[in-house]
């Protein structure tokens, strides 16, 4: 998905793309992070930025500008409520304190990966097996990327999170942002970074420009006349690349335009049409004076 809140347009951390390293955007993440593992466990493949997505856009029902979370965990939001919504609703078991090796190999028999919370700072983890020979479980932990087996009794757990429901389906990611929403000939993805970076490829988060630039509501990729110029984006941003390159107009900016040389201020019009009335009526009262003026007169002949 794409970051607005400052990762780069370009490299391994870019706005659109997988991060390979934990970075400013992926900090803060393993719940998120367990959450999509035990997702793909059921089948699924939801992002961890779609995750954000669903608590940040959708539930808390904030700007796009906040909404993958960049920088924050979703500590203090309920583990199960995430993880029920990305299962389709499936049910969800939180059980606080440690449970019996019994419970965890139940579990895992029973085709339910559990996440946990082992308390300290809140790390989030996921038990996907066990051996009974020691009494070991299977943990993967997405903070270090590394699996590895501890024994239950050195198992640390503040609470778990187990799915219960019977064949339990999961969401996946909704297709990709290639298209052009408004339908004004800039697919959706180059207006959003139209407005989100700078001409020379930086993110400025000083950067005054608006995504709703004439405040009807709509976004530039929802609206097709993002200025409300009369031009629609794709005649001002010719080349469609979601910069302003030499020759194009702004379509962030109603004064420039690709009618720009020839528009007429209303104001001027009327000054306009006042004089040339005014001129109008001078020219025919001086018309019908001269006529006046040529009428032949009749003497009066005395006979």
Request: glycine fraction near 8%; aromatic fraction near 8%; hydrophobic fraction near 30%.
């Amino acid at each position: 998905m794409l970051c607005l809140e400052g990762c780069s347009l370009h490299g391994p951390n870019a706005w659109d793309v997988e991060h390979e390293n934990r970075s400013t955007h992926d900090s803060e993440r393993c719940l998120r992070a367990a959450i999509s593992m035990i997702n793909s466990y059921y089948g699924g493949h939801l992002s961890q930025d779609r995750i954000s997505y669903y608590m940040y856009g959708e539930y808390s029902k904030g700007s796009p500008e906040n909404d993958l979370g960049h920088g924050k965990g979703l500590l203090g939001l309920s583990g199960a409520y995430i993880l029920r919504w990305a299962l389709n609703n499936a049910s969800i078991q939180r059980l606080d304190g440690k449970p019996g090796f019994d419970e965890i190999t139940y579990w895992i028999d029973s085709n339910r990966p559990i996440m946990r919370d082992h308390g300290e700072n809140h790390m989030i983890t996921v038990i996907d097996g066990y051996d009974t020979q020691g009494q070991m479980v299977h943990v993967i932990d997405p903070l270090t990327a590394t699996e590895s087996k501890i024994p239950y009794e050195d198992l640390d757990v503040f609470v778990v999170w187990v799915p219960i429901s019977d064949n339990i389906t999961a969401r996946s990611d909704e297709p990709t942002i290639w298209m052009d929403t408004d339908g004004d000939g800039i697919d959706d993805k180059t207006e959003i970074r139209s407005y989100t970076f700078l001409s020379d490829d930086t993110f400025d988060p000083r950067d005054t420009r608006k995504p709703d630039a004439d405040g009807d509501g709509l976004r530039a990729e929802l609206d097709p006349d993002s200025d409300n110029d009369g031009f629609a984006d794709g005649l001002e941003e010719v080349n469609h690349n979601g910069k302003i390159d030499p020759g194009e107009t702004d379509p962030f900016d109603p004064s420039d335009n690709p009618n720009k040389d020839k528009t007429i201020n209303i104001r001027d019009i009327a000054i306009i049409a006042i004089i040339a009335t005014t001129a109008t009526i001078t020219i025919t009262a001086i018309a019908y004076k001269l006529k006046q003026k040529r009428k032949p007169t009749r003497k009066h002949i005395s006979r």
